[in-house]
């Protein structure tokens, strides 16, 4: 039932993500334009797959775009016939999902952190340099899309005093049942301390208060058994495949 509600409401019936954003249904296919370009959704019968997938990359065209593949999206031999026809495949990740009324949510910053929002483009350019150490993120791309997203979530820092060491998104969903948890990159030599956890926390508290009753996570292998332990419980895995820029 969580995972029906799930793909019914962020996938099947998705919302942009910022203002500047639209999102099409096509009847066979959901996709998101803007900050990012994405099929958000699919369901596609055997003999009709590949002339699918061909459709969309005429119609991105030179733009780089995303195919969200999840486990259960048809037909079976979906991921062969995206690589087939150009996509490379990204590390699978699982979508974990919790109840925030039952989320353990009680971690707090370790001595000598403080949690802010952010709020303008010099906080962005902090979250940019999280992200490059973190996760060598690009920082032009990584910036533009921040700063497309600014005021459509929450974004949190936490300092060690005048440096940022880890970084995290919460992203919100109007009309939906679900907030969404994203990044919670922690840089070198601050890994191991709780930041993650508590950073997660931090935005399930805030998804809580705004009326959300889930918050979900698309999880890598380091982050999922952190996860389980405060109460996440996996529904799926999901594999991004990306269609470069031609």
Not at 169 to 177: F, K
Request: aromatic share 8%; proline share 6%.
């Amino acid at each position: 039932m969580l995972r029906s509600l799930f793909d019914t409401q962020l996938r099947l019936n998705a919302r942009p993500d910022t203002p500047g954003d639209r999102v099409e249904h096509t009847g066979t296919v959901v996709r998101h334009l803007g900050s990012w370009n994405a099929v958000l959704w699919s369901q596609l019968s055997e003999d009709e797959a590949d002339a699918e997938i061909a459709a969309q990359i005429a119609y991105f065209g030179e733009r780089e775009f995303e195919w969200k593949l999840y486990d259960r999206d048809q037909p079976a031999d979906l991921p062969e016939r995206l690589r087939a026809a150009g996509f490379t495949a990204g590390e699978p990740e699982t979508l974990m999902v919790a109840d925030t009324a039952r989320l353990a949510c009680d971690a707090t910053p370790p001595d000598g952190i403080t949690l802010r929002e952010v709020r303008d483009e010099a906080d962005v350019d902090l979250m940019v340099e999280v992200g490059a150490r973190a996760f060598g993120s690009t920082p032009t791309a990584q910036r533009e899309r921040l700063l497309a997203e600014l005021g459509s979530g929450v974004m949190v820092l936490a300092m060690a005093g005048t440096e940022p060491v880890c970084a995290a998104r919460l992203s919100l969903h109007p009309g939906t049942d679900f907030a969404g948890l994203w990044g919670g990159g922690t840089v070198p030599g601050w890994r191991g301390r709780g930041l993650y956890r508590t950073l997660v926390a931090h935005r399930a508290r805030i998804a809580a208060a705004r009326g959300y009753r889930y918050v979900h996570v698309e999880a890598l292998p380091t982050s999922a058994p952190i996860l389980a332990r405060l109460g996440f419980r996996a529904l799926a895995t999901t594999i991004p495949f990306t269609h470069a820029a031609t």
